[in-house]
């Protein structure tokens, strides 16, 4: 585990790269072999939109990385937050339970806000607005919501006191694990149930985005299965009834070009319906 860490403290921005290109190149090559749904869409035009949201996803994040490694230092320094205020553990528990917290702030705290507070809902709604869930998905944000997510991963770290090793890997299995619960792929249903027990599976998270409440308001979790079924925001739906998009914002065309969304969050807010 000191291993693991230390890389992480030091990590290349050539290797978190590879991480990132890796996990989608991956996927989406699994997709090719287990698709969940054979939908005949032109997976190179859609991924075009989702990809342009990964680079300004990439372009908010980097020169602010800064503050990350700043508030991590202090905090480490001042023997400041939850990990540092519990009594002496092994590494490895230490490690677990920083990925944990960081996850439910960073994370699923995050994404609950973000469905809750109309204003943020309609930033949000770029990421909801895909009518075609795949891998690529899971980075597309629009860049205001980067900047959210940015600001509640910050917090993550000042309440969690994290070292910079365990943030790096947090991230880095934030994007694989994202990518992974996003991917058009199908396991084994007993397989992809008993994951969910501990990770969010692809079944699990593929609920959150069908179109109609209550299922778009559950299974906000990232990496971790365990806060939405500890906070009773866990749904189940059948992957047959899924039909992906936001029924409020049908447009398939204007939730497909880059223009039209990022004009999303300034559309009048539209109440939506739910699902008898």
Known sequence: MEQIITYFENIPALHRS????GGITFFWILEGIVPL?????KKWRHSVPNFF????TILVNFPLA????????????????????????PLWLYVVLGVLFLD??????????????????MVHLVHHSDHNVDTTTANRHHPLESL??????????????????????YQSMSVVLSQFN???IQLPKNLDK?????????????????????YTDSNYGNIFAIWDRLFGTYMYLDTEKIVYGVDTFPDEKENSSIIGLLKQPFHKYRRPTTEN
Do not use: C, Q
């Not at 590879?18 to 290109?21: H, Y």
């Not at 749904?37 to 869409?41: H, I, M, Q, T």
């Open 104 to 121: 439910l702030i960073g994370a699923y705290t995050a994404h609950w806000v973000e469905h809750k507070v109309k204003p943020l809902w």
């Open 148 to 169: 959210i997510r940015y600001s509640f991963t910050l917090l993550g770290i000042f309440l969690v006191g994290a070292p910079i090793g365990v943030i790096m890997l």
């Open 18 to 21: 590879l991480i990132l290109v």
């Open 182 to 184: 996003h991917a058009n």
């Open 66 to 89: 800064f503050l990350f490694l700043m508030t991590s230092d202090w905090a480490v320094d001042n023997d400041f937050g939850i990990i540092n205020w519990l009594p002496e553990m």
């Open 194 to 214: 008993a994951i969910s027990w501990v990770i969010v599976s692809p079944d699990m998270h593929k609920v959150h985005h069908h179109y109609k409440l209550p």
């Open 53 to 56: 949201f990964t680079l300004t």
């Open 37 to 41: 749904f054979s939908v005949p869409y």
